[in-house]
Nanobody
């Protein structure tokens, strides 16, 4: 059983930056592809970014490409999401997610574990 705990969300003005972290425990972190999803009010959960268990490949949604960067530190059992040039439409609850190594790129249906979510609010 893997537990995922997100941190780093908050309120920021449009154009600003946030760096979110997700700490994993209870499993072999290096076996999992890691991802971030988000869900805005009244909308379905959507994919944001993912990083391969090797750390060598990433996949980023077109809506955030060039602004968001995903990274991981397997030694610290952590995955990060650097968010720059934030827009009001980035406002959502952001979820950290883990999918076993064979599921690439991870889709919502292939996720094995979810974090509890952290709120990101971008004011205009």
């Amino acid at each position: 059983q893997v537990q995922l705990v997100e941190s780093g969300g908050g309120l920021v003005q449009a154009g600003g930056s946030l760096r979110m972290s997700c700490a994993a425990s209870g499993g072999t972190f290096g076996r999992y592809n890691m991802a971030w999803f988000r869900q805005a009010p009244g909308k379905e959960r959507e994919f944001v970014a993912a990083i391969h268990w090797t750390g060598g490949v990433t996949n980023v949604a077109n809506s955030v490409k060039g602004r968001f960067t995903i990274s991981r530190d397997n030694a610290k059992n952590s995955v990060f999401l650097q968010m720059n040039s934030l827009k009001p439409e980035d406002t959502a609850v952001y979820y950290c997610a883990a999918a076993l190594w064979a599921a690439w790129p991870p889709q919502g249906t292939s996720i094995d574990y979810w974090g509890q979510g952290t709120q990101v609010t971008v004011s205009s």
